[in-house]
């Protein structure tokens, strides 16, 4: 039978070996957390996505959407859709794109593009051009539609935008509030500067209640150099 002394004194012993090795293990450690936590967060990675009705695939390589009222930059991958100008009206811009998906089984995706002038010359209220995108760049073939020469196919080269978040019918004062804080943040980020003409990505079908519709205003942006 081990003496109750010695048995304790072993118990002590151990424990005490047992306490260095996660005292050692944890001196080893604590520099790499410490270097991952010190890391700063990724701006074109947003952690807050909106609750929001989905209704279509993204783009093949699209970022997530979002988040709402945070604006972020964004980079968006080289992509093809189809496009239709307003030429002095907007009325029926989603009806000939929509037969044209349909006529060439273009499978719908999510959000529909909505270009608006960046010109005091252009009429206000109304987006210039509109445009659905293609799921992946190999579908179809770049060009106007042979059926509607108003409906032109284009690729669109990779960009970088600044991007925010709204709640709200796809009207002229949802733009504006959300274009309003883009200029805002780029005033406070002279690091980058406007490299295109502000646009609106659609989420949601008229189906969607004014209320529950997500969309994102944003403006390319490029570095703004030394």
């Known amino acids: 039978m081990r003496h109750p002394v010695w048995h304790t004194s072993m118990m002590t012993a151990n424990f005490t070996v047992a306490a260095r090795q996660v005292v050692a293990t944890a001196v080893l450690l604590v520099p790499h957390y410490v270097a991952i936590a010190e890391e700063p967060p990724v701006a074109e990675q947003?952690?807050?996505?909106?609750?929001?009705?989905?209704?279509?695939?993204?783009?093949?390589?699209?970022?997530?959407?979002?988040?709402?009222?945070?604006?972020?930059?964004?980079?968006?991958?080289?992509?093809?859709?189809?496009?239709?100008?307003?030429?002095g009206g907007s009325n029926g811009m989603f009806m000939k794109l929509f037969r044209h998906i349909e006529r060439n089984e273009i499978a719908m995706t999510a959000p529909v593009e909505m270009a608006w002038p960046d010109d005091a010359g252009q009429p206000a209220g109304s987006p210039e051009a509109m445009a659905f995108l293609y799921g992946k760049p190999s579908l179809g073939a770049v060009g106007a539609d042979?059926?509607?020469?108003?409906?032109?196919?284009?690729?669109?080269?990779a960009e970088k935008v600044v991007s925010v978040g709204l709640?709200?019918?796809?009207?002229?004062?949802?733009?504006?509030?959300?274009?309003?804080?883009?200029?805002?943040?780029?005033r406070a980020h002279p690091e980058w500067k406007p490299a295109g003409s502000p646009r609106t990505l659609a989420y949601n079908s008229p189906f969607v209640p004014g209320f529950a519709k997500f969309s994102e205003v944003q403006i390319p942006v490029a570095p703004a150099g030394p």
């Open 46 to 87: 947003p952690a807050k996505r909106p609750w929001l009705v989905s209704e279509a695939a993204l783009p093949a390589g699209f970022p997530a959407p979002g988040p709402v009222n945070e604006v972020v930059v964004k980079t968006y991958p080289a992509h093809r859709l189809a496009r239709v100008s307003a030429r």
């Open 167 to 186: 709640r709200g019918s796809y009207d002229k004062k949802t733009f504006d509030r959300g274009y309003a804080q883009l200029q805002e943040w780029l």
């Open 146 to 157: 042979p059926k509607d020469q108003d409906v032109v196919v284009a690729d669109v080269t």
